[in-house]
């Protein structure tokens, strides 16, 4: 799937960020909690749970590459920090 840094799902992760941080997640959980599900979406056995959903965005017949997965979790984490920020000027 995924090969780019950037791409149509990156506002998506960097809306989970946002929510994870009003959740009340840390930073550092919410990156290592968010590795590990991008570790999981993309082995065999995440490929094969996802597809049997016919929500999820896209479907996926193959893993993304790690340059995608460390896009991924980037936006997460700056999702999760620019909520943090936000929050300071509009409470």
């Not at 056995?45 to 193959?62: E, S, V």
């Not at 993304?64 to 920090?81: C, E, S």
């Amino acid at each position: 799937m995924g090969s780019a840094f950037f791409d149509k799902y990156s506002l998506l992760h960097f809306a989970w960020g946002v929510s994870a941080y009003y959740w009340e997640v840390p930073l550092i959980w919410w990156v290592l909690l968010h590795t590990a599900f991008e570790l999981a979406e993309n082995s065999p056995q995440g490929i094969a749970l996802i597809n049997r959903f016919p929500l999820w965005p896209g479907g996926k017949n193959r893993a993304d590459g790690w340059i995608n997965m460390l896009g991924d979790t980037v936006f997460a984490a700056l999702g999760h920090m620019f909520a943090a920020w936000f929050v300071q000027f509009f409470p």
